[in-house]
């Protein structure tokens, strides 16, 4: 996608709520990840991985937040 849209690295973020998919694919991606505990993962399973993420948020919003303050 990065490359489809002419992005790069520091101007892409994964978000997702599955260490084992959305974040492991950030993360080989070498881009900033976002974990939202509002799906399937959970604070216990990135503590577990060995998937490094960048960032857990409760949820999107919490994210949306961020980005507007």
Known sequence: AMEKYG???EQTLMIGDRVYT?????YNAGVDT????????TREDA????????????????LYNIIKA
């Open 7 to 9: 992005y790069n690295k």
């Open 22 to 26: 959305d974040i492991a694919s950030g």
């Open 47 to 62: 503590e577990a991985s060995l998937t490094r993420h960048t960032y857990i948020m409760k949820d999107i919003r919490e």
């Open 34 to 41: 976002v974990l939202v505990l509002s799906g399937e993962g």
